[in-house]
């Protein structure tokens, strides 16, 4: 595992250090991070057409992020790729995340995200980067509650057109030699293991199609975000270090009663504020062998982000496990004798 990485989304600013890559990669280094991941929609910080047309401008970069002492863990195309798929309902307020020539014109705004998506395939290969970090959109989230009782078919058809429109997605990726991870995500088609798996089997298990782990959305479905591990760890590809907490009352629970998030029982908090045992996530990647970064993604209610950035670097780098060289109990053994291990087993 490579990291401490940190996604630079909720620290881009108008003001320095936080308004240019060079700045805030520096800014980033002193505290202890290794690796940014960088926000494409954000043009203070990286311009994604040029990116992917331009192996040059790729290479003065990521030339200048090693001289700051990071390197890139992924780009991510979070905006980008909600807009892939967007229920009617939402139009207006996802309107802001696209180009403004295309508000207001849902149909190109879905093609100016796929184009999006499309050149973000081809910056991360100039890049040299395998693996990119997105959001799959949504068209049933607004049925996610059965009440009024769904019509029949109505969550399979939307998660056919979740994959047509994906599909040529992942084959450009592949093109690339990048794997696409969608972060698992409320408000996301794709929020749990299950609706993973019914968008897997349309996409015909797209070696491509992987996974964004961040236990902080698990934490607060109440879902075993271990045992996500245990079950998906193989689509794993990309990792968000990003803790919660959920205390439920008998005024709110779940659903959070429409309040803001200081209030709500279920909210996230800065790194080792919350209710996440990282030791287990870091141990169960560890264990199946991840090799991707471990990135903070700091979102808090409470802490001010300059605090919980200098705090997430060292409480990652102290999560980290090296991996066993040697069994420990190498001490005692005994050696391979297949005469003896016939004589203990009583076999003659």
């Known amino acids: 595992m490579k990291g401490p990485g940190i996604f630079l989304a909720q620290f881009a600013d108008d003001q320095a250090p936080f308004n240019s890559l060079a700045d805030i990669a520096g800014h980033m280094a002193a505290l202890g991070y290794r690796g940014v991941q960088i926000p494409t929609w954000d043009d203070r910080l990286f311009d994604l057409k040029r990116a992917a047309d331009s192996q040059t401008y790729c290479d003065d970069i990521a030339g200048m992020l090693a001289e700051k002492g990071v390197a890139i863990t992924e780009l991510s195309t979070h905006l980008q790729g909600q807009l892939v798929a967007v229920h009617p309902a939402y139009d207006p307020l996802f309107d802001g995340f696209a180009a403004p020539e295309v508000r207001g014109n849902p149909a190109a705004r879905q093609a100016w995200a796929v184009e999006q998506l499309r050149l973000a395939a081809v910056a991360s290969r100039r890049l040299g980067l395998t693996e990119h970090a997105s959001f799959s959109g949504a068209l049933a989230w607004p049925y996610f509650y059965p009440w009024p009782q769904r019509s029949a078919g109505l969550v399979e058809e939307a998660f056919d057109e979740l994959a047509r429109r994906w599909l040529p997605i992942l084959d450009h990726f592949d093109e690339n030699g990048v794997n696409l991870a969608f972060e698992i995500h409320p408000g996301e088609d794709l929020h749990d293991g299950a609706t993973f798996e019914m968008f897997l089997d349309r996409v015909h298990h797209h070696k491509r199609a992987n996974i964004l782990y961040d236990p902080s959305h698990f934490l607060l479905q109440c879902l075993d975000y271990g045992q996500f591990i245990d079950f998906y760890h193989e689509r794993i590809r990309c990792f968000h270090v990003k803790d919660a907490e959920f205390r439920p009352t008998g005024r709110s629970g ?25 030791s287990v996530i870091f141990s169960k990647l560890t264990q199946y062998g991840y090799s991707g970064w471990a990135v903070l993604e700091w979102e808090c209610a409470l802490k001010d982000s300059a605090q919980g950035a200098m705090e997430g670097a060292p409480f990652i780098a102290r999560h980290m496990i090296q991996t066993v060289k040697k069994a420990f109990d190498d001490f005692a053994a005994s050696g391979a004798d297949q005469g003896l291990n016939r004589h203990l087993l009583g076999i003659m």
């Open 254 to 278: 779940v659903y959070g009663g429409f309040q803001n998030w200081r209030d709500r029982p279920g909210r996230f908090r800065s790194l080792g504020d919350g209710q996440v045992d990282f």
